[in-house]
């Protein structure tokens, strides 16, 4: 088909998030809503009407006879799995909400999936799109060459979810902390290589685990990302993309998470209000993960969120739960090695084995293949 096509996309999940990219797949100019598929039919149908689509519906892709050309996986995260290798068999690319999977081990099988069908599959790190981080970055890169010394954020809310967050363990770690961790190695451009962590739960809590982390994460040299976080912290809230700070030679950045950014250079007191930087609108949250997406649809070029590019986030939160429960040093290539021999084993496709067992070097870390990702629609 032409590129200039609408593209014909199938949403699968008709839950609350799979109504809130619904609306925004409806809305946009170059997306035809072609079928809502969930094991619920009639959540499937309630969700297709009240956005006024009239697709038809399914209980999964394989039962779904349509055209497509890709899907939303707006799915819980342990049916991502299943639901985006159906997709990929079939010759869909794949749009899949965060995180990938669960678990590195199927993160790292969808992603041989993806290279066996020659199909994108791209995760929605929605947090990293936005008007406000894309400042951020440009302010780094022309202050501080891109690559930031020394890079912190904070995140401080409180919110009382109620039911199964507040059940969870590692619930910021797991739940939450993977945009942080996703926008560092978005702002400093590269990965980490190691992490110590350390969770905490306060006597006033509301959850029964831990609710507050904090993290160091070693980058190549001597470059450090520092988060710190908590799920149980009221009053001076921060922007759920937490408030950020980059420290370089001779110049200090801030973000507020929303739209100031300012520059601050030389030896200047506390009272230094900085320089402002301007902030253009941009397409932000699940919109701008849409907009990405659609556009490596149209010109076949990999895109920020392909999944193998994606793995290294979900790895920053495994590594840091294991540091939570070890209280040591953990690597961030034990982790993806760890992962990758689950993956071996677990894995029960023969061409997709394959590709696992040719993502490895000569000293045992793990990689993944070329990026380049042909033939998407």
Known sequence: ???????RIVLVGAGGMGGAWL???????????????DLDLDRAR???????????????????????DAIV?????????EVSVAALERGMAVLCEKPAAPTIAEAIRMAAAAQVHGRLLMVSQSRRYGPGVAAFAEA???????SPGLLVSEFFRAPRFGGFRERMRHVLLVDMAIHAFDTA????????????????????????????????????????????????????????????????????????????????????????????????????GIEGALEVFLSALASGQ???????????????????????????????????????????????????????????TDDGAPVFGTRTIAGQR
Not at 1 to 7: G, I, Q
Not at 315 to 323: D, G, K, L
């Open 185 to 284: 190695r978005l702002l400093t451009g590269a990965d980490p290589v190691a992490v110590y962590c350390d969770e905490s739960n306060q006597d006033w809590s509301w959850f029964d685990h831990d609710a507050s982390a904090s993290a160091i994460f070693e980058f190549p040299g001597s470059a450090r990302y520092l988060y710190t976080g908590s799920w149980i912290a009221e009053g001076a809230e921060t922007s759920w993309n937490a408030r950020w700070r980059s420290v370089g030679a001779g110049s200090t950045i801030r973000w507020d998470g929303e739209a100031q950014v300012t520059v601050h250079t030389g030896a200047g007191e506390g009272t230094d209000e900085g320089e402002a930087v301007p902030v253009p609108p941009a397409a932000e």
């Open 1 to 7: 088909m032409n590129a200039t096509d609408p593209a």
């Open 46 to 68: 309630d969700l297709a009407r009240s956005a006024g689509t009239g697709a038809p519906v399914a209980r999964t892709i394989p039962e779904f006879d349509g055209g497509a």
């Open 140 to 146: 780094i890169r022309a202050h501080q060459g891109g």
């Open 302 to 360: 990999t895109p920020l969120g392909e999944v193998r590019e994606n793995i290294a986030s979900l790895a920053m939160v495994e590594a840091a739960v294991r540091s939570a429960r070890t209280r040591q040093r953990v690597e961030i290539a034990d982790v993806l090695t760890d992962g990758l021999a689950v993956a071996l084993r677990t894995e029960d496709d023969e061409a997709r084995a394959a590709v696992l067992a040719a993502w490895s």
């Open 73 to 81: 996986n707006a799915t819980v995260p342990q049916a991502h799995l």
């Open 23 to 37: 609306r925004v797949l409806s809305a946009h100019p170059q997306v035809q809503v072609v079928g809502v598929v």
